[in-house]
């Protein structure tokens, strides 16, 4: 069984795209899918959508909870996830129809396979994007509060060892959505997420520690130039 946890807040206008992408994989061989659905308080029509459709589709899942953040709707979806392989889909992104069957092909011999979207060949900090081992994402949690929350459960899960192929495919499509979150400048956020940072390299490996400083320094110029 593969799970995709699709985290939602107000994303009426693009859920249904979303979610019908993921039912649309093919070139599956035996593969089931659990479509997780995590409404976290949404005020517009995402959670009565998320309910039409789990009606219809015996392969989608409901969760509904009080507004709490991205990390929170990200760990009650992994607490309810069931399969072998995990995925993450923003809800108002979409993938290729040949998305799964790209990275399962793919992740032999790995704990996640990490590809890109068009416009990008890949994003090493965020977490949609990637299929992963359940094993290898195993107690790993998205550290709630955060804006900014991909980064540091990306280095927590770099911190594990956990080995990496990164394919040139590109079927993530990611749509830019001037209401989200990231789409707005949050200083003080920003200056949060690298203090965070670097309490996490004060604990690891010298190794470790270049990883997270290497990202700290990527990390300050994305946000110099958003």
């Not at 399969?83 to 809800?91: H, K, M, N």
């Not at 092909?105 to 060949?121: F, L, T």
Request: net charge neutral; charged share 20%.
């Amino acid at each position: 069984m593969v799970s995709f946890i699709i985290p939602i807040y107000n994303a009426a206008p693009f859920l249904q795209r979303c979610v019908q992408s993921v039912l649309a994989q093919e070139n599956l061989s035996g593969e089931t899918l659990q479509i997780i659905l995590v409404d976290d308080g949404s005020t517009d029509d995402s959670l009565s959508i998320a309910n039409r459709i789990a009606v219809q589709e015996q392969a989608v899942q409901v969760i509904s909870q009080t507004h709490a953040g991205q990390s929170a709707a990200r760990n009650s979806g992994l607490e309810r996830a069931e399969g072998d392989y995990i995925a993450f889909v923003d809800a108002d992104d979409w993938i290729a129809p040949d998305w799964l069957a790209q990275h399962l092909a793919a992740i032999d011999g790995v704990d996640y396979v990490q590809s890109g979207h068009p416009k990008n060949k890949y994003q090493y900090t965020v977490v949609w994007g990637r299929l992963y081992r359940r094993k290898a994402i195993e107690g790993l949690r998205f550290q709630k509060g955060m804006i900014y929350e991909d980064v540091l459960w990306s280095v927590d899960l770099w911190l594990t060892q956990a080995t990496c192929r990164i394919t040139d495919y590109c079927g993530y499509h990611y749509t830019r959505n001037p209401d989200s979150t990231t789409s707005q400048p949050h200083p003080d956020a920003q200056r949060k997420v690298i203090r965070e940072l670097i309490k996490r390299s004060k604990k690891t490996s010298w190794r470790g520690k270049c990883m997270v400083w290497h990202t700290i320094f990527r990390l300050k110029i994305h946000f110099l130039l958003s």
